[in-house]
């Protein structure tokens, strides 16, 4: 294929998948706790490696616009680089580890992600907000709950993440 065709191409993919993340967000907004957002960057981190970093931000920015460029929503330009390099060292098992053994493996990293994920958001509102230490982990502890059910749902959608990254693959190498 030729480059300025493949460019192209994955112009077109990248702004498609950052499209589709951003829609799961919306359509599931009224669930507290669930969200595809990391199945989906697990996904696309594992059949797109470094490139998947443009879906990543390419989302970001669809979510700043959609959402508003407010303070409270800093915390995504940081908070899914900790996923994808997870998933960029988590790739290199893939060769080491049967696929019966990344099935598990990757949905708990999404489930253990999901879970922290109010630290990942908390120093943002800590400074925002002017929370000392004790008050920040209050704050953490209280969304506690919305936290457990990410956890349990990215561990569910977690399960899904081979055999979706491996169709990226397939049918990025297609020229699909």
């Given at each position: 294929?030729r480059s300025s065709t493949r460019k192209l191409r994955d112009l ?16 599931l907004y009224g669930i507290p706790g669930v969200q595809l957002v ?51 060292l988590a790739g290199k098992l893939e060769s080491k580890l049967p ?78």
């Amino acid at each position: 294929m030729r480059s300025s065709t493949r460019k192209l191409r994955d112009l077109t993919v990248f702004a498609m998948l950052a499209t589709i993340i951003l829609a799961s967000q919306i359509v599931l907004y009224g669930i507290p706790g669930v969200q595809l957002v990391m199945f989906f960057i697990a996904t696309i981190t594992l059949a797109y490696r470094w490139r998947a970093l443009i879906p990543i931000y390419v989302y970001v920015l669809l979510f700043l616009v959609y959402y508003g460029f407010f303070p409270w929503n800093l915390p995504y330009l940081y908070i899914w680089l900790p996923l994808w390099g997870i998933f960029m060292l988590a790739g290199k098992l893939e060769s080491k580890l049967p696929r019966k053994a990344l099935v598990p493996v990757y949905a708990v990293l999404c489930g253990l992600f999901g879970l922290s994920f109010g630290v990942l958001y908390a120093p943002v509102q800590a400074a925002m907000f002017g929370l000392t230490l004790k008050q920040t982990i209050v704050w953490v502890a209280a969304g506690l709950p919305t936290d457990i059910g990410y956890a349990i749902s990215n561990f569910t959608a977690g399960i899904l993440i081979v055999p979706f990254s491996r169709l990226l693959r397939k049918l990025d190498r297609s020229g699909c």
